[in-house]
């Protein structure tokens, strides 16, 4: 058998390293270049117990198992670590001293207060995003998988409509069955299959050179800034010795090639000049990396994970918003598990059967050029 795995994003990649895992043939197809779009440029911050109380309980919780597993089991190095994460308060306008409960690393503006432990090593942790995706398809091709540049442009499909392989740059490409993990381009698969829309959500990121003193660990930052307004930036430092900041969204529309995303043109020095107004040398360190991606949503929350209505051997795995790095794991376990075996018995996929949703219309589908 052969599985044709739309995308090489972390979600592609881990699709691919499970299947080969059990001996089965995994071609991933990727346009751009793995890891270039949101699996690599996300924060790469995992939590046990964040998504409780959802849907997505039983998925996270399985993931942040296998994320601790595969850092054992692979001989590569994508800076998994286990870190204390922490609630902070700033603002550049009036004194939050109220919200303080504990004491502030040193690091941050004086009179940032920190309201609350929200993770210890037990529950929360990292993984370089990039390196995570790259490790896991290099894991795949070694225990078989391949990788194919290319864009795909079509599902094939029998008379009878079942799958038997993708159009990659117009040539048909033979397979038994086909996984949808283009991320927020997964939307560009509703033209092929029955699957309800997936939105791109754009965010902006910098990279900078500066490892905070002393012991690290992840902050979410609710701040006011100088203009008034609330930001919620997230900051995680990383063992490579350097830090990284995200928190600014847009409304830019997805572009249809992955390669043509970037800052938007103000987002970069925004986000800079945001930082500096909770952590002062942070915001003032070398930017290593300036950039924006899109993540995956669906219209109610949850990813889509499972196999599309009425087409045999055509799945989907996408729609993991914010939690794409976390649950990448346990979904690409549970989309081996479902091609091979017909179910996933680590997880429960029901709550993210695509049916639950109504499919978009072909012809719905529009796309900036
Ligand atoms: C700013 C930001 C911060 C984040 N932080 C975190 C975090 O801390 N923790 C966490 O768990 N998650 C986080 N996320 C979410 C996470 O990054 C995403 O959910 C995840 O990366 C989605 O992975 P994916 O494989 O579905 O999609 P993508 O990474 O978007 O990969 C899709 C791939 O499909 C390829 N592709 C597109 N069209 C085609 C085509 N026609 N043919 C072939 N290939 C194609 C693209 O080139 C791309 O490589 C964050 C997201 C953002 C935006």
């Known amino acids: 058998m052969r599985v044709l795995i739309c995308g090489g994003g972390v979600i592609g990649a881990a699709c691919a390293y499970f299947l080969a895992e059990r001996g089965i043939e ?21 939590a046990l117990d964040w998504c409780d109380g959802s849907a997505a309980e039983p998925l996270a919780r399985r993931s942040f198992a296998l994320h601790a597993e595969l850092a054992d089991r692979i001989d590569d190095d994508w800076g998994y670590r286990r870190i204390d994460t922490i609630g902070v308060v700033a603002s550049a306008r009036r ?30 942790a990292q993984v370089a995003p990039a390196a995570f995706t790259g490790a896991l398809m290099r894991a795949a091709i070694a225990r078989g998988a391949r990788l ?9 499909r029998d008379a009878d409509g079942a799958v038997r392989g ?5 040539q048909e490409v033979a397979g038994d069955a086909v996984v949808i993990a283009m ?35 992840a902050l979410f930052v609710e701040l006011e800034t100088e203009a008034g307004t609330l930001a919620s930036p997230e900051v995680f430092p990383r063992p490579d010795g350097t830090t990284y900041v995200c928190g600014l969204s847009s409304k830019a529309p997805l572009p249809v090639d992955p390669a043509a995303v970037a800052p938007d ?43 599309v209505p009425g087409v045999a051997g055509a799945y989907v795995a996408t729609g993991h918003s914010v939690w794409g790095m976390l649950n990448g794991p346990a979904t690409g376990e549970a989309i081996a598990a479902l091609i091979a075996d017909g179910e996933s018995r680590a997880v429960d996929l029901s709550p993210f ?3 639950r949703l109504p499919a978009l219309d072909a012809g719905e589908v529009q796309v900036v050029t």
């Open 166 to 170: 993708v159009m990659v740059d117009g």
């Open 26 to 46: 995994a071609m991933v197809i990727e346009r751009t270049g793995i890891a270039n779009a949101a699996s690599g440029k996300s924060g790469g911050f995992l």
């Open 265 to 307: 043109d103000d987002g970069s020095a925004r986000l800079r000049a945001m930082t500096a107004q909770f952590a002062p040398d942070l915001g003032g360190a070398d930017v290593l990396s300036a950039q924006a991606c899109y993540r995956p949503v669906v219209e109610d929350g949850l990813p889509l994970i499972g196999a």
């Open 95 to 124: 004194d939050v001293g109220f919200y303080r409960k504990l004491p502030a690393p040193g690091w941050l503006a004086e009179g940032a207060a920190v309201h609350a432990r929200l993770g210890t090593a037990e529950t929360t």
């Open 353 to 355: 059967d695509p049916a």
């Open 183 to 217: 991320g927020p381009w997964s939307v560009m698969a509703s033209r092929w299959l029955p699957l309800p829309a997936v939105y791109g959500l754009k965010g902006h990121s910098l990279v900078f050179r500066y490892a905070p003193a002393p012991a690290p660990c």
């Open 148 to 156: 194919m540049m290319g864009t795909v442009t079509g599902v094939a």
